[in-house]
C-alpha cells in the first residue's frame, strides 16, 4: 500500500495482501481512491459503496451474493465499478435486487463486469450521466416471475448504454422515464419477454444494437423524439412476438435497421409523425402491422424482400404515405423508365385481410384458391383498403444490401 | 412384369408426350430461377406448379393412356399372365415415367438453384403427387367404361382436388369461425393430398408468418418428426388406396 500525499491512494485487496475483504478496504478509502481487488472469491454479502472511489477488479475477482444479497449498491457520485465477476444475486418478489445497484447517481461508470445469475442485473434509479459498459450480463430462470431486467433505468437522464451483451433476462433493457440516452452496439438475445422494453422515455437513442430470439421481441411504448438507426431485429417469434411493437409513438425517426425473420417485424398503433426510411423486411411473416389509428407516418425508400405479407391493417383509413418503396411483389412495368413503377403497388393482400379476421385461414395459404382471390381482389379491390397503395414503387432496390 | 413395365415405359416415351411434359418442367424452372432474382419468388412460382400442373397432367395423361391402351391390355388379358401383375405394372411404369420426368424436369434445377430444405420439400411433394395422381387415374379409367367420360372425371376430379376442396375449406372456416377449429382443420386438410403437400411446404416455406397462434397449432403437429411421419404416411395411404381399390375392380373386370 503506498500513498503520496495529495495524491489519490490505491488500496489492494487480495489473498496476500494485507486487507483481506473488500468491504474493510472501502471503510479505510478516502474520497477519489482506488481500491485494487486481486483475483479471488469473496463472499462479502452487500458491498456498500458511499464514497467517490474506483472499485477496480484485477483477473475479473468473483463476488458471489449466495442467492441472498444484493451485490454491489452505490450511493455516491462518480463511482467506477470496473472488471468484477459478479454472481447469485438475490430473488426477490418485493424489492429489486440487483447485481449492480445505483441509487440516486450522477458520472458512474459500469464496466467490463461479468454478471451471471443475478435477478436484475445493473440497475439504476435516478442515475444522470452513467457509463454502462461492455458487461455481459446472463441469467438462466425459467420464469418471468423469478427473473429481472438486464439493465433497467428508471427515471434517469442522459445514460449511455454501450457494448453490452445481455442474455436470458425478463427484459434485456428496461428504459422507463429516461431521456436524452444513447443505447448502442448491445446486443440482447434469447430475453424471457422483452430485448429492450422501452416506455416513457423521450429524446433517446439506440443504434447498431441486435435483439434476437427474445419472446416478445422489442416493445417502444409512450414516447416521443425516439431514433432508432441501424438495429437488427430478428427471429421473434410466436403470436404477442414483434421485431419492435411501437405503441403512441411520436415523433420518432426509424432509419436503416434490419428486419429478418420475425412473425411480424413491426406492430404500430397510435404512431404519428414518424419517418422510416431504408429499413430492410426480410422473410417475415408480416413485416408491418400497421393499425388504422396511425397518421402521419412516412415510409420511403425501405425494402421488402421475401415476406410472406408485406402491410396488414385492421381497417380502411389510411392516413400514412407509403409512397417510394421497394416491393419484391411488385408485378408492374416501367414504361419511362425513370425507376418508378407506373401502377401503383396495393401491399395488403387480399389474404392478409382475411386471415387477420380469421387465423386458422392460413392453413390454405399458398393454394390455388387464395391465389384466385388475391387475383382477383388486385383487379377490384373490395375488401383491402383502396388508399393504402405506394404510388411511386421503386422498379430496383434503393441501396445495396 | 418386369417387361410389362419395361414395355410401358418404352411405349409412353416413345408417345413424347413425357419427353415434352419432361422439357416442359425443365423449360419453366430454369427460366423460374434465372429470371428472379430472389429465390424465394422462384420458389413461390415452383410450388404453384407442383400443387396445379403436375397433378393435372398426371391424371389426365395416365386415364387417356389407360383407354388407349385397352387393346393392348386385352391382349395381355388373354395371355398367362395373372391380371394383378399386368395392373400393377401398368401403375408402375406410369408412376415410374412421371417421378422420371418429374426428377428431371423439376428436381435438376431445384439441386443446381435452391439445394435447401425447401426445394427438397417440393421436389419429395412434386413426386407424391404425381404418383398419387396415377393411381386415381387409374381408379377412374377402370371404374368407367366410357373414354370420354372418364377424363371428364378425372378433370372434374383435378378441379375438386385443387379448387373446389379448398373452397369449402374456407367456406367451413367462416362458417365456424367462433369456435377453436384448429385442430379438426388438421384432420380435414388430411383428405386432400394437395393440401397436406402444400401445408408441409408452407411450413418449410412461410414458418415466421406461421408462428403464430393458430400457425403454431399447425406447426406443432406438421412440423414435428410424428407430424411429418403421419403426413407422409396419409400421401402414402392416398398411393395405395386407389391402386388396391382399382385393381380389385381390375381383377373383376368383364374386359
Given at each position: 500500500m503506498y500513498s503520496l500525499p495529495g495524491m489519490c491512494g490505491i488500496i489492494h485487496v487480495g489473498k496476500s495482501e494485507k486487507i483481506k475483504t473488500i468491504k474493510e478496504a472501502i471503510s479505510h478509502a478516502n474520497e477519489r481512491d482506488t481500491v485494487l481487488v486481486h483475483g479471488g472469491y469473496y463472499k462479502e454479502g452487500n458491498i456498500f459503496i458511499s464514497k467517490k472511489i474506483v472499485l477496480k477488479g484485477i483477473d475479473l475477482p468473483t463476488l458471489d451474493g449466495e442467492n441472498k444479497y444484493q451485490i454491489i449498491s452505490v450511493k455516491a457520485n462518480g463511482v467506477v465499478i470496473d472488471g468484477f465477476k459478479i454472481v447469485h444475486s438475490g430473488t426477490s418478489s418485493l424489492e429489486d435486487i440487483a447485481g449492480i445497484k445505483l441509487y440516486d447517481v450522477r458520472d458512474a461508470v459500469v464496466q467490463n463486469n461479468v454478471l451471471d445469475d443475478t435477478f436484475f442485473g445493473i440497475y439504476t434509479q435516478r442515475g444522470i450521466n452513467c457509463l454502462i459498459q461492455n458487461n455481459v450480463l446472463t441469467s438462466a430462470r425459467k420464469q418471468e416471475q423469478a427473473s429481472g431486467n438486464g439493465i433497467h433505468c428508471w427515471k434517469s437522464d442522459s445514460m449511455r448504454i454501450i457494448n453490452n451483451t445481455i442474455k436470458g433476462h425478463r427484459d434485456g433493457i428496461y428504459f422507463e422515464f429516461v431521456t436524452n440516452s444513447v443505447i448502442w452496439r448491445n446486443v440482447s438475445t434469447s430475453n424471457l419477454r422483452y430485448g429492450l422494453h422501452f416506455m416513457f422515455s423521450n429524446s433517446d437513442s439506440y443504434i447498431s444494437n441486435i435483439f434476437r430470439y427474445n419472446g416478445a421481441g422489442v416493445s417502444v411504448m409512450f414516447s416521443h423524439h425516439v431514433k432508432m438507426f441501424n438495429n437488427y431485429f430478428e427471429e421473434n417469434w410466436g403470436d404477442g412476438a414483434y421485431g419492435i411493437l411501437l405503441k403512441e409513438i411520436a415523433d420518432s425517426y426509424i432509419d436503416g435497421n434490419h428486419f429478418i425473420k420475425n412473425t411480424s417485424a413491426i406492430y404500430m398503433e397510435g404512431v404519428s409523425r414518424t419517418i422510416m426510411v431504408k429499413n430492410v423486411f426480410r422473410n417475415n411473416g408480416w413485416a408491418l402491422k400497421i393499425q388504422?389509428?396511425?397518421?402521419?407516418t412516412e415510409l420511403h425508400n425501405n425494402v421488402f424482400l421475401g415476406n410472406t405479407f408485406d402491410v396488414g391493417t385492421n381497417g380502411s383509413l389510411v392516413l400514412n404515405n407509403f409512397d417510394g418503396n421497394y416491393w419484391d411483389k411488385y408485378e408492374g412495368y416501367d414504361l419511362?423508365?425513370?425507376?418508378?413503377?407506373d401502377l401503383p403497388y396495393r401491399p395488403v393482400s387480399m389474404y392478409s385481410m382475411i386471415v387477420e379476421r380469421n387465423p386458422p385461414a392460413m392453413i390454405l395459404f399458398h393454394s390455388f384458391m387464395t391465389s384466385l382471390l388475391d387475383k382477383t381482389e388486385k383487379v377490384l379491390p373490395t375488401l383491402t383498403p383502396e388508399n393504402l397503395a405506394d404510388t411511386k414503387p421503386l422498379m430496383k432496390l434503393p441501396f445495396h444490401l | 412384369m418386369k417387361k410389362i413395365i419395361k414395355y410401358i415405359i418404352t411405349d409412353i416415351l416413345r408417345n413424347k408426350i413425357i419427353l415434352s411434359y419432361t422439357a416442359f418442367l425443365l423449360a419453366i424452372s430454369f427460366t423460374i430461377f434465372s429470371l428472379e432474382d430472389n429465390s424465394t419468388k422462384g420458389l413461390l412460382s415452383l410450388l404453384n406448379i407442383v400443387l396445379i400442373i403436375v397433378p393435372l397432367i398426371s391424371i389426365i395423361f395416365s386415364t387417356i393412356y389407360i383407354y388407349n391402351s385397352a387393346e393392348f391390355i386385352e391382349l395381355l388379358v388373354s395371355q398367362p399372365l395373372q391380371r394383378k401383375k399386368i395392373w400393377l405394372g401398368l401403375f408402375t411404369g406410369l408412376a415410374g415415367s412421371f417421378t422420371i420426368a418429374f426428377l428431371i424436369g423439376a428436381g435438376i434445377p431445384i439441386i443446381l438453384f435452391e439445394a435447401t430444405a425447401v426445394g427438397f420439400m417440393i421436389l419429395a411433394v412434386g413426386i407424391l403427387l404425381s404418383i398419387i395422381f396415377v393411381a386415381i387415374a387409374m381408379l377412374a379409367a377402370v371404374k368407367i367404361r366410357d373414354k370420354a367420360k372418364g377424363i371428364g372425371v378425372t378433370i372434374l376430379l383435378w378441379l375438386y382436388f385443387s379448387l373446389l376442396f379448398d373452397g369449402i375449406v374456407l367456406f367451413l372456416l367462416f362458417q365456424f369461425s367462433d369456435y377453436p377449429i384448429e385442430k379438426p382443420m388438421i384432420g380435414v386438410s388430411m383428405l386432400n393430398p394437395i393440401d397436406i403437400g402444400r401445408i408441409l411446404i408452407l411450413l418449410k416455406m412461410d414458418v415466421s408468418a406461421l408462428m403464430g397462434y393458430t400457425g403454431a397449432v399447425f406447426k406443432d403437429f406438421f412440423g414435428t418428426t410424428a407430424g411429418m411421419i403421419t403426413s407422409f404416411l396419409v400421401l402414402a395411404m392416398w398411393m395405395i388406396c386407389p391402386l388396391l381399390i382399382s385393381l380389385r375392380k381390375f381383377d373383376r373386370k368383364d374386359l
Open positions: 388504422a389509428s396511425c397518421m402521419e419511362n423508365k425513370n425507376g418508378i413503377g | -
